[in-house]
């Protein structure tokens, strides 16, 4: 085999139909594009957004600034767990995320994400809870059934963008 004997796959490459090469070729003249107007000419197209006159979309919507922390994409969830959910486990053993995923009582996408503990329902046996958030009942009825909590800290990103009066204070130390 050769480069010279290279082919592409019968049918899948059609051949160009070449427009405007006089009118024996059926598309001659206009080349398909109608007489006049913003279409027939060259470089005109109507932007997508266009509505025929109406007033668009984008104009029509409400202005809202931006994303804002409010948006789901800056919150944290959280897979809720209630006590009862704990009873799964022997007394004195140490609960964590990846226990949880294991018993079934979360995902193992969830177990490697937050979890927080809530209170309801009660627990007869002492647990070492491990998980990043726990409510004010939840905590008291564990540590009431002798055991213990204990909260994974999530990670706290500093600040990348810069004030002016920052600025001004780096710039004093540096001198």
Known sequence: MKLSDLRPAPGSHKTERRVGRGHGSGR??????????????????????????QTRLNKRLPFVRGLGNGSSVFQDEYTIINIVDLELFDGGAQVRPEDLASQGLVT?????????????????????VHAHKFSATAKAKIEAAGGSVEIIPTRVYEKTKRRKDENKDTAEVAQ
């Open 28 to 53: 001659g003249k206009t080349a398909g594009r109608g007489t006049k107007g913003q279409k027939a000419r060259t470089g005109g197209h109507v932007n997508r957004s266009f509505n025929g006159g």
């Open 108 to 128: 193992p996408a969830q177990g490697k994400g937050l979890i927080k503990i809530l209170g309801d329902g009660e627990i007869d046996r002492a647990l070492t």
